[in-house]
């Protein structure tokens, strides 16, 4: 952690100031207005994300391509993880990664702001940035360049990940948000290098409550399935939330009897976690 907060650091600031600092001299704000922009980002991003239709693949990709409150929002909430007050996803990947990678070579995909990708160059990785949208990509790069650490970075729009070159990929908070799962899993499958990992979670939410719009994948149990159906095997869950899938040989029998007998579970799997949600519901209403 203490890397991670050095990492958001800047000028002999704390980690709030630090952030806040940057944003404005980025932006062109006041470090006030950017605290507010921080605390409302997730009104402002609904009010992007209305301002087109969203129902196809494009216009999500040009909701990706223009939005401007993400950066606030993934901003803030690193200072949220540096505090405790947030789940500390990248520190526990990258504490992860370090003991258990096969190499150092490392893929942030969904990269954002590029925190995560920003800490594994500071834990001795080659980091590599990725996302499909250019208004984070460009505030990755610009930030990453003004605390003097290197990171390769990849346009999602425009680039295909290169085969077999990584030996582990980051998706953090970002399997949720892209518009097809499978072929995004195939990529990282082919990306990642034979005995590598990809480490991922899946924040599924209702897409019709507000400020969930972006949150395009609803089934965690579904699309846990069809990740390790890629062709991973999922070794540990890193603090209940970030699971670790090691890539392997998905053409060999005991994998596929094994992706069978997964599928035949996924009825049982969901009817337990709605089972387990209205039961928890009828608890906070008693």
């Known amino acids: 952690m203490a890397t991670f907060r050095a990492a958001l650091r800047t000028d002999g600031l704390d980690v709030r100031e630090s952030i806040l600092r940057e944003l404005a001299d980025y932006h062109g704000y006041s470090p006030e207005e950017c605290l507010r922009r921080c605390l409302h980002w997730e009104d402002w991003s609904v009010e992007e994300w209305n301002s087109a239709d969203r129902s196809t693949a494009a216009g999500v990709q040009d909701f990706y391509q223009s939005v401007q409150s993400w950066t606030f929002d993934l901003m803030w909430y690193a200072y949220l993880q540096s505090t405790g007050h947030g789940f500390p996803a990248p520190v526990l990947a990258a504490r992860f990664a370090t003991d258990h990678a096969p190499g150092r070579d490392h893929l942030d995909f969904g990269s954002g702001t590029g925190t995560t990708a920003q800490l594994f160059t500071r834990l001795g990785f080659r980091s590599t ?7 984070l990509l460009q505030y990755a790069r610009w930030r990453l360049a003004r605390h003097g650490d290197r990171a390769t970075t990849i346009d ?13 990929i980051t998706a953090l908070d970002a399997l949720v948000h892209v518009t097809d799962f499978d072929a995004t899993v195939r990529d990282l499958r082919r990306a990642v290098r034979p005995g590598g990992y990809v ?5 599924v939410r209702d897409p019709d409550d507000y400020g969930n719009q972006w949150h395009l994948q609803t089934d965690a149990h579904g699309l846990d399935h069809r990740l390790r159906a890629a062709g991973f095997v999922r070794t540990r869950t890193l603090g209940g939330v970030t699971h670790c899938y090691r890539a392997v040989d998905p ?31 009828l608890l906070r209403r008693g």
């Open 129 to 135: 940035m990725a996302d499909v949208s250019e208004p």
């Open 251 to 281: 053409t060999r029998p005991t994998f596929r009897a094994r992706t069978i007998i997964d599928r035949t579970m996924l009825p049982l799997q969901r009817t337990t976690t709605r089972a387990r949600g209205r039961a928890r519901a």
């Open 199 to 203: 480490l991922a979670n899946f924040d």
């Open 156 to 168: 999602l729009t425009t680039s295909e990940l290169p085969s077999a070159n990584y030996d582990v």
